[in-house]
């Protein structure tokens, strides 16, 4: 603490900590606490039952794989359309990029109801994919297309300043200097994309994990199946069951605190080899 | 430690002080105000229901208006409140002020007495008919034509049908509809719980999809164009024919169903603290009225009037109903067998 002080040049270092720890206390730590206190009424016992029971469990894989698989797809066509709209100009470039956001405005119920009009075997897309055996509404690949549309904007959102901020003449001293479009990419672009690229893919993972509104519409909820973790929550709720639901809350909080820490983990080790090198 | 590093700790400590002294002084507030309130003064009274007697209570609630004023002078407006039944009653639970409860099952009413003891144990012996103002059933909305022929539960669980039906986890609908197929397969099979069993599990083995509620399952049914047959409330399926047209879509009374018995209470702990209980109870004996059961009927519920009943017959086609007292001895008990964690609806998913 004492060398946090030498260093710090700021004036109210003790008024802005106090202010964030107060705020993260009551708006994050609190309800975390009691989330925790509660599940605490189970003995171990009932807490390792809870959530190894094989329904939990397969909704644990459902939850985090769509997760997983969405958030990959956001990092790869997020990184397109960032490069796109920060590199290319053209018309209604502007109303595109107003578009992006959209989904974090939309209730996600919403968003669920129109994905699954579109999808289902009678829907504008759906009707087409039916005939070619493709079935995207009420399957696992329904769970991944809702959670990729609302997790698409963090990719985009955290990849398109730091291109705006990559100087194209970087680009163009790489390119003077003999090197190919595909190097220039691999070894100029990317090392600088690859951080916020990230970060991007970890807010989009994160999101999906706890997503529900727009799931429970495009998914079948087939217990095994395509029944994700929160649902299995309002399944305990139902039964009154609060400590239990929270017993499976707090396994999925635990698991993404985890993820999460290892992908920032990452990113640290992997800007520490972009120094050396 | 430096007086700018105890700074944060010192502030964090402060307010959270102030935040505790905060809610302290409004709970007394709110206290004070439902004391002085009186009978007389009660001037709304919130009756929370489950999900499809939107439209229904909507129009009883004027009714009572009406009637209300002309008996005792008073203005008096119902609030509704509309949900699944379980989250309803949860809600009420956690301390939603509802003066009266209208649910989709006895369970759920049961659950304010167990946890919170908000009405007494016997609530269900106050009021006529275990406290059933009017009843319905399950039947099955198909598909016009009856393309996949379907006249037996036994039909429905063939290879190549598929149901729509909500998950009896989250929606209270379902479960009467679980308890309706599991019935009627233990009356074809003299209640042989072993082949029932097997029957249900055939049965869900066919639904594609579970939704979290009896409307969502009708959407599924009708707009996405998914399934061969719905099964829900008796209601909801003439609901839907008008909605969507009766030349899409038929309605069919399977040869024995359940006698659905949706349950209304006042809520004890709520009525007595606002000084509501008067006119909550005349609310809830406004429903058993010749003019609450005729808004009923008319809304495809079976009234229990006799009269108003037979006038309405040819609407309510007669079929066999059993009791979930009957067959399950009551839904406390079917609750534990077939819906509680592990419970028959569990294991049908369990992997073998």
Not at chain 1, 103 to 115: K, R
Not at chain 1, 165 to 172: G, I, Y
Not at chain 1, 236 to 259: G, N, P, R
Not at chain 2, 278 to 298: C, G, R, S
Request: net charge neutral.
């Amino acid at each position: 603490m004492a060398q946090l002080k030498r260093h710090s040049v700021l004036p109210g270092f003790g008024l802005s900590l106090g202010y964030t720890l107060f705020y993260l206390s009551t708006i994050v730590l609190l309800p975390l606490a009691a989330l925790v206190l509660k599940t605490m009424h189970l003995t171990w016992g009932q807490f390792m039952t809870t959530v190894t029971d094989p329904e939990v469990l397969a909704a644990y894989r459902v939850s985090f794989g769509a997760s997983f698989v969405a958030a990959i797809l956001n990092a790869a066509i997020g990184l397109l359309v960032a490069w796109v709209l920060v590199r290319y100009r053209f018309f209604g470039k502007r109303f595109l990029d107003a578009m992006i956001d959209l989904p974090f405005a939309l209730p996600t119920a919403v968003a669920g109801i129109s994905l699954t009009t579109l999808y289902a075997k009678n829907g504008w897309i759906g009707r087409l994919l039916d005939p070619l055996g493709i079935h995207v509404a009420y399957t696992w690949s329904g769970i991944v297309l809702a959670l990729t549309f609302i997790g698409m904007p963090f990719v985009v959102r955290t990849i398109q300043p730091v291109l705006q901020d990559l100087d194209p003449e970087v680009e163009e001293a790489a390119a003077s200097l003999g090197a190919g479009r595909w190097l220039i990419f691999r070894r100029v672009v990317f090392p600088e994309v690859w951080p916020p690229l990230l970060t991007g893919f970890s807010l989009s993972f994160a999101r999906a994990v706890g997503e529900y509104g727009s799931v429970i519409f495009i998914a079948a909820n087939i217990p095994m199946k395509t029944e994700i973790a929160p649902v299995m929550i309002v399944k305990k709720l139902e039964e009154f069951q609060y400590s239990q639901a929270t017993a499976i809350a707090v396994v999925m909080l635990v698991a993404s605190f985890i993820i999460l820490l290892m992908i920032s983990l990452l990113q640290k080790w992997t800007a520490g080899r972009g120094v050396r090198r | 430690m430096k007086l700018s590093q105890m700074f944060p700790l010192s502030l964090l400590a402060v307010t959270l002080i102030l935040a505790s002294g905060c809610k302290q002084s409004s709970t007394d507030q709110g206290s004070a105000t439902t004391q002085a309130s009186t009978d007389s003064q009660v001037s709304e009274i919130l009756n929370v229901s489950y999900d499809p007697t939107r439209e229904l209570y909507k129009e009883i609630n004027t009714a009572f208006a009406t009637d209300w004023k002309a008996k005792t002078g008073q203005d008096i407006s119902v609030k509704q409140s509309h949900g699944g039944s379980g989250k309803q009653a949860r809600a009420v639970i956690d301390g939603l002020q509802a003066d009266v409860v209208t649910l989709g099952l006895a369970y759920d009413i049961d659950a304010l007495h167990d946890h919170g003891d908000l009405v007494p144990a016997d609530w269900q012996k106050r009021l006529p008919n275990n406290s059933t103002p009017f009843t319905s059933t399950i039947v099955w909305l198909i598909r016009k034509g009856n393309p996949k022929n379907l006249k037996a539960w036994d039909d429905l669980v063939k290879d190549g049908v598929q149901i729509v039906v909500p998950n009896p986890k989250t929606s209270g609908g379902a479960r009467w509809a679980y308890l309706a197929a599991y019935g009627a397969a233990l009356q074809e099979n003299n209640n042989d719980d072993a082949k029932a069993r097997a029957f249900i599990t055939r049965f869900y083995g066919n639904v594609p999809v579970l939704d979290s509620g009896a409307r969502d399952a009708t959407v599924t049914f009708t707009k996405r164009g998914l399934g061969d047959v719905l099964v829900s409330w008796e209601n909801e399926g003439q609901l839907a024919l008008q909605e969507f047209g009766s030349d899409q879509y038929e309605v069919v009374y399977p040869p024995v169903s359940i006698l659905a018995e949706p349950p209304v209470s006042i809520v004890d702990k709520v009525v007595d603290d606002r000084g509501s209980r008067k006119v909550a109870e005349a609310y809830l004996n406004f429903l058993y009225t010749a003019q609450a059961q005729e808004i009923a009927a008319k809304n495809h519920y079976r009234p229990t009037d006799a009269s108003v009943a037979s006038r309405y017959a040819n609407q309510f086609p007669q079929i066999k109903l059993f009791t979930v007292d009957e067959l399950f001895g009551g839904w406390k008990k079917a609750q534990e067998t077939h819906f509680a964690d592990g419970g028959v609806f569990d294991q049908i998913y369990k992997p073998k």
